[in-house]
């Protein structure tokens, strides 16, 4: 099959959570014989060279007054104005849902649902005016769609038309990080993201029972953005700020803790903490989308009894070297990028199918 995606990330192993999900996807579909075709309309040109199938489109510029209208009449419809066209006989895919107006013309188009705003503003009990236009452009997006893919089945099903659900690509590192006997917690993420603060919030609430029942346990907090959290001094927290590398933080934790609200979609963090051997305790939403099974490849616990299911894992080498070892392997044999790819080109083929197109698009 030959694909011509747009995405608003560059495909990058180091870059963004959805560059990286990007690169993992694409890495498998040429693994398994495929066609693909990126363009990407990242803000800022590439830092390295992009690979043969990838190119950077910056979008044209546009005056204020017109990106009002615009925005007024259609929210998110900035990809619009890359004027772009699938390569003959490819799958016009958009990668996000700022995307799908550049492939939104195309017979069949492609929607990918990350997550859904409405899901993820209900988790959280309030919306911001942001939000309603996040939510007005979803809501186009998908009845204008011809195929719409989502990476959990809980955003499949609240979607407004049909919609199948996809795993997640993610690559992971050759080797798993090495076992840390300490009890050293570490949280990394991006703390613009709404449900990452609560989460937080949750966490630092539940450490001090940490504490109490693994003396001596310590949690590392780092990430973008953190000039918007700021928790009073707790013993053991240690706030590192943003980090250039990811690894070399998680490397020094023994558990990756993350108590997620309800908010939907598979959660890239955890995808990272999987990948890299290192167990996570997390809540429901925490493992949204992914294929593991809860007490063998991740633990799964709500946020009241958070702080015990914590406490029990950090205490626990070899419960924990286990779990690490199973998760890991969970997610080479259903995220790596050729099963991902797999399963993606199996439900674009019936879908292509129930569309008319037998066989799909080679």
């Given at each position: 099959m030959?694909?011509?995606?747009v995405?608003?990330?560059?495909?990058?192993?180091?870059?963004?959570?959805?560059?990286?999900?990007l690169?993992?996807?694409?890495r498998?579909?040429?693994?398994?014989?495929h066609?693909?075709?990126?363009?990407s309309?990242?803000?800022?040109?590439?830092?390295?060279?992009?690979?043969?199938?990838?190119?950077?489109?910056?979008?044209?510029?546009?005056?204020?007054l017109?990106?009002?209208?615009r925005?007024?009449?259609?929210?998110?419809?900035?990809?619009?104005?890359?004027?772009w066209?699938?390569?003959?006989?490819?799958?016009?895919?958009?990668?996000?849902?700022?995307s799908?107006p550049?492939?939104?013309t195309a017979?069949?188009s492609v929607?990918?649902?990350?997550?859904?705003?409405?899901?993820?503003?209900?988790?959280?009990?309030?919306?911001?005016?942001?939000?309603?236009?996040?939510?007005?452009?979803e809501?186009?997006?998908?009845?204008?769609?011809?195929?719409?893919?989502?990476?959990?089945e809980?955003?499949a099903?609240?979607?407004?038309?049909?919609?199948?659900?996809v795993?997640?690509?993610y690559?992971?590192?050759?080797?798993?990080?090495?076992?840390?006997?300490?009890?050293?917690?570490?949280?990394?993420?991006?703390?613009?993201?709404?449900?990452?603060?609560?989460?937080l919030e949750w966490?630092?609430?539940?450490?001090p029972?940490v504490r109490?029942?693994?003396?001596?346990?310590?949690?590392?907090?780092a990430?973008?953005?953190?000039?918007?959290?700021?928790p009073?001094?707790l013993?053991?927290?240690?706030?590192?700020?943003?980090?250039?590398?990811?690894?070399?933080?998680?490397?020094?934790?023994?558990?990756?803790?993350f108590?997620?609200?309800?908010s939907?979609g598979p959660?890239?963090?955890?995808?990272?903490a999987?990948?890299?051997?290192?167990?996570?305790?997390?809540t429901?939403?925490?493992?949204?989308?992914?294929?593991?099974?809860?007490?063998r490849?991740?633990?799964?616990?709500?946020?009241?009894?958070?702080?015990?299911?914590l406490?029990?894992?950090?205490?626990?080498v070899?419960?924990?070297?286990?779990m690490?070892?199973?998760?890991?392997?969970?997610?080479?044999?259903?995220?790596?990028?050729l099963?991902a790819?797999r399963?993606r080109?199996?439900?674009?083929?019936?879908?292509?199918?129930?569309?008319?197109?037998p066989?799909?698009?080679?």
């Open positions: 030959h694909l011509g995606i995405s608003r990330h560059l495909p990058d192993p180091d870059g963004t959570s959805s560059g990286r999900i690169w993992a996807l694409c498998g579909l040429l693994q398994d014989g066609r693909v075709d990126v363009c309309w990242w803000p800022e040109p590439p830092v390295r060279e992009l690979p043969d199938w990838c190119q950077w489109q910056p979008l044209p510029a546009e005056s204020r017109g990106a009002k209208v925005g007024l009449i259609r929210p998110r419809w900035e990809s619009i104005r890359l004027d066209e699938p390569p003959a006989g490819a799958l016009a895919v958009a990668d996000d849902p700022l799908f550049a492939v939104r017979r069949p929607l990918t649902q990350h997550y859904l705003t409405q899901l993820d503003r209900d988790a959280l009990g309030h919306w911001r005016r942001k939000d309603y236009q996040d939510h007005r452009s809501r186009w997006n998908v009845r204008h769609a011809g195929i719409v893919l989502a990476y959990s809980r955003v099903r609240a979607l407004p038309a049909p919609a199948f659900a795993p997640m690509a690559e992971a590192p050759e080797e798993p990080l090495p076992i840390v006997e300490a009890p050293v917690a570490a949280l990394i993420a991006n703390w613009d993201w709404a449900p990452n603060r609560q989460a966490l630092l609430r539940c450490w029972e109490r029942r693994v003396p001596g346990a310590r949690l590392m907090v990430g973008r953005n953190s000039d918007q959290i700021a009073g001094p013993a053991g927290v240690e706030m590192l700020g943003p980090v250039t590398d990811s690894t070399e933080v998680l490397s020094q934790a023994a558990v990756m803790p108590p997620c609200p309800d939907s959660k890239v963090k955890v995808l990272e999987l990948a890299l051997g290192l167990p996570v305790v997390t429901a939403a925490g493992a949204e989308g992914l294929a593991v099974a809860d007490g490849d991740i633990a799964l616990a709500p946020v009241d009894d958070f702080a015990a299911a406490a029990d894992l950090l205490l626990d070899e419960r924990r070297a286990a690490g070892r199973a998760g890991r392997q969970a997610l080479i044999d259903h995220h790596a990028p099963p790819a399963a080109i199996a439900i674009l083929t019936r879908a292509l199918e129930l569309l008319g197109e066989g799909g698009r080679r």
